[in-house]
């Protein structure tokens, strides 16, 4: 029997095209940006109910890494699955979002080190984790 994901999950994800790749991320709410980085093997189905308390309050951003939750899955190949692509990715993201300030960093597990690379690239942007 499947479990009805709406149910559990209900959100309208996006896209970002990263060299071909599709990158998920949900965007809900509205006011200063709160970015959730997920750790391995999870996914943004992690953070749903910390997502559904805050959208009425905060932006909530939240990315499925490459090869995890609705985002491509491409082989090694393809992508580079190390620590600084993860940053990188991180970093299109947000850039793309256009969030420079009043970052709130959620991190969990490899989240925390993709979450804390990406704060000290751009300490500026960070309010707080």
């Known amino acids: 029997m499947a479990m009805d994901i709406t149910k559990h999950y209900p959100f309208t994800g996006n896209y970002l095209d990263l060299n071909g790749l599709a ?31 805050l959208r009425d309050r905060y932006r909530c951003i939240v990315p499925d890494h490459m090869g995890c939750g609705f985002s491509d899955k491409p082989d090694d190949d393809r992508y ?15 850039d793309h979002l256009q969030l420079s300030k009043n970052v709130t960093l959620v991190v969990h597990d490899w989240g925390g080190m993709i979450g804390m690379a990406y704060a000290v690239r751009h300490p500026e942007r960070i309010k707080s984790w």
């Not at 200063?32 to 997502?51: E, I, K």
């Not at 699955?81 to 970093?91: A, G, H, K, M, S």
Request: glycine letters at 6%; a negative charge.
């Open 80 to 94: 580079d699955y190390t620590l600084p692509r993860r940053v990188d990715d991180l970093e299109r993201l947000l």
């Open 23 to 53: 990158y998920h991320y949900l965007d809900e709410g509205s006011g200063d940006p709160v970015v959730m980085v997920h750790g391995n093997p999870s996914w943004s189905f992690y953070y749903r109910n910390l997502v559904l308390a």
